[in-house]
């Protein structure tokens, strides 16, 4: 055992890594949601997105049997004023380019959560592009 911990921790590898997905010429990688805390009803997902492809694509919708409904938010400061808002229209992904949703920024943002994300579990979501299609996957809990 203590050779197999030493290898994972020469290679950087973790017991949990996060699963990396690919749907036509979109690549999804880095995916996480944060637990929530006691008595939270939303809880939010990040994720990188990576279009291969040579015509942007867009991220349209998600659903998730854990939340109605996932929308798809906007973080930033105007003036000094941190202001959130949902894009109801998604997030082009620019052909050759890559789209962070992360803290502070885009993010996906799960209401009327039905079931807490606890830290270790992981949160199933279905993930839909303009051209790429469909995918389903699942989000990795960390911490709050």
């Known amino acids: 055992m203590a050779g197999v911990l030493f290898l994972m921790t020469a290679l950087n590898l ?3 890594a996060a699963q990396d997905y690919k749907i036509g010429n979109i690549e999804l990688s880095g995916l996480s949601a944060r637990a ?3 008595g939270a009803k939303v ?3 990040y994720l990188t997105i990576i279009n291969h492809g040579n015509e942007d694509d867009r991220l349209i919708s998600i659903s998730s049997d854990r939340a109605s409904p996932v929308q798809i938010h906007e973080m930033k400061i105007d003036n000094g004023v941190m202001t959130m808002r949902e894009l109801k229209a998604g997030i082009t992904i620019p052909a050759g380019q890559t789209v962070t949703l ?3 920024g885009y993010h996906l943002m ?3 959560v ?3 994300f606890r830290k270790g579990e992981t949160v199933k979501a279905k993930l839909t592009f303009e051209k ?3 995918i389903e996957l699942e989000l990795p809990v960390g911490t709050p």
Do not use: C, D, I, R
């Open 14 to 16: 973790t017991p949990a």
């Open 36 to 38: 929530m805390l006691p």
């Open 43 to 45: 809880g939010g997902a």
């Open 102 to 104: 992360k803290p502070g």
């Open 110 to 112: 799960f209401m009327n």
């Open 114 to 116: 039905t079931q807490p």
């Open 132 to 134: 790429a299609g469909a």
